[in-house]
């Protein structure tokens, strides 16, 4: 299902550029956009988790540096039957993290800055285990492509907003009275990435929150956690790229008036009550 998934959102995003393509240059503007997007897709496929680092700032760190997180996540993929993953810290004072990569072997687990002063070892624990669950879950690697090319989509919409004034773009259609749709495709591009990072991410994060309480075996660390993390999500900045901000547990753009209509993430109280209302056995 994770496969289809992934090929529907590079279809859709691939679709997206064509168009733009289309108001740019035309039919040659919309085979230029669809060779970059079947070579940003392959590209993607490879270097996805590297380019979410990338486009996050996170940077590596050592088992010296976080022994406490190493060993935690190595507990928690032992449990999981999963290879131990990269451990990288972003440079945000928001309390927050995600996980990256396409695939287990390959994956990645960051964390900011500010989760590791905020939380109590448990509720990190929690945390981590959610993290894992996405790598567990094989859905990893859709986080990553959406975060590329919503990323690229967005940065084409705005060079786009500045070659208007230089009258880069379809000059043939504008002429004939296709400015305004030139305007709406720029606004409705990012717009349109990011409802299909929505599309993705919602169904997903309510998983991963299952998947990480049974990997842990108790839901009570990562509701806690989840909880304190809203709080500080929407008093503390994070810094961070909308393009990225599905592949975080916890939206980081919570406290942004106008971006939370578009949020990527589902309600953080129907998340906590499916978590308090679990039964572990065993």
Request: hydrophobic residues 45%; glycine residues 8%; positive net charge.
């Amino acid at each position: 299902m994770n496969s289809l998934k992934t090929w529907i959102l590079m279809g859709l995003l691939t679709v997206i550029l064509v168009l733009i393509g289309q108001f740019v240059g035309g039919p040659r503007g919309m085979l230029f956009f669809l060779l970059l997007s079947v070579v940003m897709n392959l590209v993607g496929y490879w270097t996805s988790g590297s380019m979410a680092i990338a486009m996050t700032r996170s940077y590596a760190v050592s088992e010296t540096d976080l022994p406490e997180v190493y060993a935690m996540v190595r507990r928690l993929a032992n449990r999981a039957g999963l290879p131990m993953p990269e451990i990288y810290v972003t440079p945000s004072p928001q309390p927050n993290a995600f996980a990256t990569g396409r695939d287990a072997k390959h994956a990645k687990v960051a964390v900011t800055e500010g989760i590791l002063r905020t939380l109590t070892a448990r509720e990190l624990e929690g945390v981590l285990a959610h993290e894992m669950a996405h790598v567990r879950n094989h859905d990893i690697l859709i986080g990553s492509l959406a975060a590329m090319l919503a990323g690229v989509i967005t940065s084409i919409a705005n060079i786009l907003q500045w070659g208007m004034w230089f009258g880069f773009g379809n000059r043939d259609e504008r002429d004939g009275g296709n400015a305004f749709a030139e305007i709406a495709m720029m606004i409705l591009a990012p717009i349109a990435a990011t409802v299909v990072q929505m599309a993705i991410s919602r169904s997903r994060e309510y998983k991963a929150d299952a998947t990480g309480a049974t990997l842990l075996g108790d839901p009570n660390p990562l509701a806690d956690a989840l909880e304190r993390l809203d709080g500080y999500s929407q008093r503390i900045p994070s810094g961070i790229s909308p393009a990225t901000s599905h592949m975080f547990i916890v939206n980081p753009l919570r406290g942004q008036s106008i971006l939370q209509l578009f949020s990527t993430h589902p309600p953080m109280e129907e998340r906590v009550r499916r978590l308090r209302s679990m039964r572990i056995l065993g």
